[in-house]
């Protein structure tokens, strides 16, 4: 069960629409109203929210193109293992 929940992932992950989505997602949360949403003088663990922002925001978007470089050598796996049976 485990194992095909992951494969699904991976191969949903690998549509081209997901990729236009996650970057449209992107741009969307480094813009004007977020940006000014977390633009307060609030500080956690003497970090102004914006910069933990911004830091999480980057965090993640690495997270997610390694998710995407993932489903792709999972997919080419895949397609070679089909091509050598």
């Known amino acids: 069960m485990r194992m095909k929940l992951k494969q699904l992932l991976l191969l949903s992950l690998r549509t081209r629409e997901s990729w236009v989505i996650f970057f449209i997602l992107g741009i969307i949360m480094m813009n004007y109203p ?8 609030i500080y956690f663990f003497d ?25 792709n050598h999972f997919a080419d796996k895949n397609n070679n293992h089909k091509g050598r049976s």
């Open 47 to 71: 970090l102004p929210l914006l910069y933990l922002y911004l830091q999480l925001g980057w965090l993640i978007s690495i997270f997610v193109i390694f998710l995407f470089t993932k489903a």
């Open 34 to 41: 977020f940006i000014s949403i977390f633009n307060k003088p």
